[in-house]
């Protein structure tokens, strides 16, 4: 049973979750090469050495199939940033998670600017996936699951604005951020986020910018900037075209959620895939979001 870090049960995950035979299994039904591992937020540099330990190895096992991102404690001061650097040079993982809320804190939080100073140092990207703990959506609890499916998807659009308008992607340049989930669903409000701060210029921020002038340019040049992940609504197509709507098919990168959203499910995968591939785009933009996009941004030594 995974659980939230007040014990809360969340969903009931069985050995298959970590199985790696079954995880290739399911990757060879769905037709995917190559699948980058990811872990979950952990609540000390112990766990964090575990998991990047662990996918090191699974990557040594199978280098054709599997690259990793990192974990470590964006907080955790120099221990953490250490296990991170230690991950990237030693153990060659090629980016490293974070959540969008980091012990309560939000992305654009000054606290988390040696993270991002260490992060733009070992030039990989960062993956802002939801928060398991979320502080400050009390209107989300109700006796059905609103958490998971709303609440996350509200904190990780409200990360993706914070990168783009908080000063993180100002204060470094070098920084490439990979939101989950669409960023979560943010290209259906970002006419809204242009409007507000096109009229309200300065006054948005209470008269103290956190980006530079010209406001409504260089908030959608940060945007330009993120990279969006494809995962967290596979039963359908229509997220897709809404995130295309904002956002170029140069920075969508293919994902799914496994393994909780498909557990026994190879066929699904398969599924999406064939959805993407007939979306009205030119087959390299379509290739682009399937694979070029990652093999790029990740430095993978592998064919686009």
């Known amino acids: ?18 199985d790696v035979g079954i995880h290739l299994k399911y990757m060879d039904i769905a037709g995917i090469d190559m699948a980058v591992l990811s872990g979950t937020e952990v609540g000390s540099l112990e766990e964090a050495r575990v998991f990047n330990n662990h996918f090191a190895k699974v990557v040594e096992q199978h280098p054709k199939r599997f690259t990793a991102f990192a974990t470590t404690l964006p907080l955790g001061g120099k221990p953490a940033l250490d296990e991170l650097e230690r991950a990237v040079k030693k153990l060659g993982l090629k980016g490293v998670l974070m959540n969008a809320q980091v012990s309560g804190q939000p992305v654009d939080s000054r606290q988390l600017w040696p993270f991002y100073e260490k992060v733009s140092e070992l030039r990989v990207p960062v993956f802002v996936h939801p928060s398991i703990k979320l502080e400050g959506f009390d209107a989300c609890k ?19 604005f914070r990168f783009c308008a908080g000063g993180v992607l100002e204060e470094f340049p070098d920084l490439n951020v990979i939101m989950a989930h669409f960023g979560g669903g943010y290209s259906a409000v970002k006419e809204r986020m ?31 900037r993120l ?25 969508l990168l293919f994902g ?19 959805k993407i591939r007939q979306l009205d785009l030119d ?17 993978l030594d592998i064919p686009a």
């Open 1 to 18: 049973m995974q659980r939230a870090p007040d014990g809360t049960p969340l969903r009931p995950l069985d050995d298959s979750t970590h």
């Open 256 to 274: 799914t959620d496994y393994p909780p959203n498909f557990i026994n499910d190879g066929d699904g995968m398969r599924n999406y895939i064939e």
């Open 142 to 160: 109700a006796p059905y699951d609103l958490f998971r499916t709303i609440a996350r998807e509200f904190d990780l659009s409200l990360a993706t």
């Open 227 to 251: 990279y969006f992940n494809m995962a967290g609504r596979e039963i359908g197509i229509e997220s897709a075209r809404c995130a295309l709507t904002n956002i170029s098919p140069s920075r």
């Open 194 to 224: 242009d409007r507000y701060i096109n009229f309200m210029g300065s006054d948005f921020w209470n008269g103290k910018p956190l980006i530079s002038k010209p406001y409504l340019d260089n908030y959608n040049k940060y945007f330009d």
């Open 283 to 299: 087959k390299k933009a379509i290739d682009a979001m399937l694979g070029t996009n990652a093999v790029e941004l990740l430095g």
